[in-house]
């Protein structure tokens, strides 16, 4: 910026623990993004695309705690199992799951569920991934909560705690600045592989059982928002895209089939693959800035879409006002698995 004389100020965002999807809410609650005239959001990916539109689903991330009363498991008749609780809730999302609209996603994973057989619980948790469009959500997440009150009262436990880690919406990326971020996209161009950046990739498909086409060797286009939303993954960039123009530059360096959330993905953001599309993406977005700093009539189209939007569409945060950044969530786990993970690092 100083070499060639642009004025604006470009602010680097980071969103930790991302697969969580925590942060965003906060960040834009402590107003971090308030003098924000655009963001450009990035992802890692196969591909090297952007796109438009809504997508994705909202996402309601909640932890019901259960009280009972512990009793020797072998003469139980004074006792009242938090376990029971649980699972009574987690029989009744299940047959809740019949009747919702098929835009939704919900699971869930025991966090608490006692300690020994022969001691009834007395404490039980349950963790749970809400998920639907931005219009159903709410209404979805309240018949979960009363799964959760119904199940309490049928086993006598207390509902002692429904603690929200999270609440975020949809992604609503804007138009503008996809079509922006596409050219800088095709301008750039997906990196060359070299044949051995080809062959690990084959040879991770076929560990798969995918079909073995190598890294992705064509930029994606950039695609009208398909007209039936059937949900699927959430990302807290979606809060983001209701308070200032927004869209994501997906970069390549992912193997084509690889599985998130998965070992398969986590392999592939590795190496000369990785830093390649990493760079690839890097350069996209700073040519995206470099746009937006100079052509005001380009940062004008986007800002004129996103304030018709949110005219329409006034962000109202899912967040609930007195929910705090759950600074403990993983900390457990991140001690166990941070050592193990260290000798990994590439320090350059
Ligand atoms: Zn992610």
């Not at 697969?19 to 971090?32: D, K």
């Not at 209701?242 to 953001?269: E, K």
Request: aromatic share 10%; with cysteine.
């Amino acid at each position: 910026m100083d070499k060639y004389g642009f004025t604006g100020t470009i602010k680097v965002f980071g969103s930790p623990a991302e697969e969580t999807v925590i942060s965003r809410p906060y960040m834009i609650r402590a107003g971090l993004f308030d003098d924000v005239d655009a963001v450009i959001d990035n992802h890692s990916s196969s591909g090297f695309s952007t796109s438009y539109g809504t997508s994705g689903n909202a996402l309601f991330s909640t932890i019901f705690t259960f009280k009972g009363r512990t009793a020797h498991g072998a003469s139980p008749w004074g006792g009242i199992s938090a376990l029971d609780a649980v699972e009574l809730m987690n029989d009744a999302t299940n047959m809740l799951r019949e009747h919702l609209f098929y835009t939704y996603r919900m699971h869930y994973v025991i966090v608490e569920g006692g300690e020994a057989p022969n001691v009834v619980p007395d404490k039980a948790s349950v963790w749970y991934y809400v998920r639907n469009s931005d219009d159903r959500v709410e209404e979805m997440y309240e018949k979960v909560v009363n799964c959760a009150k119904a199940a309490a009262l049928a086993t006598g436990a207390e509902l002692a705690e429904i603690r929200c880690l999270t609440a975020i919406h949809q992604r609503h990326a804007n138009k503008a600045a996809a079509e922006l971020f596409q050219k800088n996209i095709e301008l750039v161009g997906m990196p060359e592989w070299t044949e051995e950046e080809h062959a690990f990739a084959r040879a991770l498909q076929k560990e798969l059982g995918r079909r073995e086409t190598g890294m992705s060797d064509r930029v994606g286009s950039l695609r009208e928002p398909s007209g039936t939303f059937v949900g699927g993954g959430s990302s807290d960039v979606g809060d983001v895209t209701l308070v200032t123009p927004t869209a994501t530059i997906r970069f390549p360096g992912q193997v084509p089939g690889a599985v998130s959330h998965h070992w398969s993905s986590v392999a592939t953001n590795y190496g000369t693959t990785a830093w390649k599309g990493l760079n690839a993406g890097a350069k996209a977005m700073a040519a995206s800035a470099i746009d937006l700093l100079t052509k005001p009539e380009e940062l004008k189209k986007l800002r004129d879409e996103f304030e018709a939007y949110a005219e329409e569409n006034p962000y109202r945060p899912f967040l609930p006002e007195d929910a705090v950044p759950p600074l403990d969530l993983n900390e457990e786990l991140m001690k166990k698995w941070r050592a193990m993970m260290e000798e990994f690092y590439i320090i350059h």
